[in-house]
């Protein structure tokens, strides 16, 4: 079992900033791929991003590819997402996710963080 921790949100503007991070613990972070979601009010929970577990490979969703950026840091057990050039339709609670499969963490991630608000004002 792995427990996941996000951070990093807040309110932002239109066109600005933010990076979540993810600590990942209780199971070795390393092999796992992880990924991060978000779900908008009304809406059904979508994937955004996710990284393959050296950080060799990556995937996003059209609707942030060219704004958004997943990355980590194995040493450290922590999963970034830089996003740019943030708008409103991003508002969303930001979850971080893992899993030992490939398919598993663009579709159905077996681990969830409590997830972290975002909102971009326009």
């Known amino acids: 079992q792995v427990q996941l921790v996000e951070s990093g949100g807040g309110l932002v503007p239109a066109g600005g900033s933010l990076r979540l991070s993810c600590v990942a613990s209780g199971r070795t972070f390393s092999i796992l791929h992880m990924g991060w979601f978000r779900q908008a009010p009304g809406k059904e929970r979508e994937f955004v991003a996710a990284?393959?577990?050296?950080?060799?490979?990556?995937w996003y969703s059209d609707s942030v590819k060219g704004r958004f950026t997943i990355s980590r840091d194995n040493a450290k057990n922590t999963v970034y997402l830089q996003m740019n050039s943030l708008k409103p339709e991003d508002t969303a609670v930001y979850y971080c996710?893992?899993?030992?499969?490939?398919?598993?963490?663009?579709?159905?991630?077996?681990?969830w963080g409590q997830g972290t608000q975002v909102t971009v004002s326009s």
């Open positions: 990284i393959s577990w050296n950080g060799g490979s990556t």
């Open positions: 996710t893992a899993d030992p499969s490939i398919t598993a963490i663009r579709k159905t991630p077996g681990s």
